[in-house]
């Protein structure tokens, strides 16, 4: 099973939504069996999950959710969704159903958009990494502060634990230098304005790393006029490798940035 995520960002003149599909990317790498699924958008308050029923998606047909269509108390959360069978209620922990079993992975299309334009990317959070003490490593070329464009890192945590539990992370130049130090927590979409943290703009490689927590990093760059906007992403390390050991490339790298 996956979940996925709305992307929160301070600019009012953004808007956050995501495209939801009842059906695997192949049929011919899937043999899931397909049924009716009802969409819960959920936040945690700190000691449960708070759920609410938004709306049931047909087998082989899509959704699309924006945001501000959301209950009003849903609006300055964190926002992640499931696609479940049945219909659910508060809980004190994520009910992982054998659901979205696919090759290649079954994906939201997430996206930002402005009045003139969008960005997007197909990203999802596995049911497998809730139960897992991860830490992080996610090195990024990816940092665009020129004139008139910002960078903002994002941090997608999700446990299924509903508490919130605040960890620190780093941004380390590529000398292993840490240039700064924030507190996120689990269970948020943490984001983080990179304008007054790099001064530096002759650098170009950037490193953030959490020895404590991990989640899905994410970098979304904009223009002034949010005419140009961008989002992109990191891969685990395992993804670097093709053959071979992979987890020990993935020990390898992670060792190198956080000792």
Request: charged letters at 25%; glycine letters at 2%.
């Amino acid at each position: 099973m996956n979940y996925f995520f709305f992307l929160d960002h301070p600019d009012n003149e953004l808007r956050s939504s995501i495209d939801l599909f009842n059906k695997p990317p192949s049929k011919t790498w899937s043999k899931e069996k397909l049924y009716n699924v009802n969409v819960h958008v959920f936040y945690s308050d700190g000691i449960k999950w708070k759920f609410h029923y938004f709306k049931t998606i047909k087998k082989n047909d899509y959704l699309t959710i924006n945001k501000d269509e959301l209950p009003i108390d849903f609006q300055n959360k964190s926002v992640f969704i499931s696609l479940n069978k049945d219909k659910i209620t508060d809980s004190s922990k994520l009910i992982n159903e054998n659901y979205m079993n696919s090759i290649p992975a079954w994906r939201a299309n997430i996206k930002l958009k402005s009045k003139s334009t969008a960005c997007s990317y197909q990203g999802e959070i596995p049911s497998s990494l809730t139960e897992k003490n991860l830490s992080l490593v996610s090195c990024s070329p990816m940092v665009q502060l020129e004139k008139n464009i910002n960078t903002y890192f994002y941090l997608v945590n999700l446990n299924s634990n509903p508490g919130k539990i605040k960890f620190k992370i780093n941004v380390l130049n590529k000398n292993k230098e840490i240039i700064y130090t924030d507190n996120f927590y689990t269970n948020t979409i943490n984001i983080l304005n990179l304008k007054n943290i790099i001064t530096n703009l002759n650098e170009k490689m950037y490193i953030f790393t959490s020895k404590d927590k991990g989640g899905v990093p994410i970098y979304f760059s904009k223009n002034d006029t949010n005419t140009s906007l961008s989002l992109e992403h990191t891969h685990p390390p395992t993804e670097y490798t093709i053959h071979g050991n992979r987890i020990f490339f993935q020990k390898e790298k992670k060792n190198f940035w956080l000792d």
